[in-house]
């Protein structure tokens, strides 16, 4: 079956970088387009990057241009989330759903908190 699991989330001081991985598994992975989506406290879900499947064209919501990098190593069906100067907004869990435009399947999420 298809599963996604996030990881590298953890608690970090404003400036600070994480890496976010997500492991893909029960799918041809480079088949699809991968996302990552964050979901703040008490606040609804917020689209974060695209990466294409065929070409590795990547998108990013302007709150986090500049900062954050999505990647993907098909070989090793991983997606990545480089994450650096870390604001407090942006702390939140972040998920790596399948699919582009519609999401199909997501992963448990895997938490990020930007705290002095």
């Known amino acids: 079956q298809v599963l996604l699991v996030e990881s590298g989330g953890g608690s970090v001081q404003p400036g600070g970088s994480l890496r976010l991985s997500c492991v893909a598994s029960g799918f041809t992975f480079d088949r699809y387009a991968m996302n990552w989506v964050r979901q703040a406290p008490g606040k609804g879900l917020e689209w974060v990057s695209t990466i294409d499947s065929l070409d590795s064209k990547t998108t990013y919501a302007d709150s986090v241009k500049g900062r954050f990098t999505i990647s993907r190593d098909n070989a090793k069906n991983i997606l990545y989330l480089q994450m650096n100067n870390l604001k407090p907004e942006d702390t939140a869990v972040y998920y790596c759903?399948?699919?582009?435009?519609?999401?199909?399947?997501w992963g448990a999420g895997t938490q990020v908190i930007v705290s002095s």
């Open positions: 759903p399948r699919g582009w435009p519609g999401y199909d399947y």
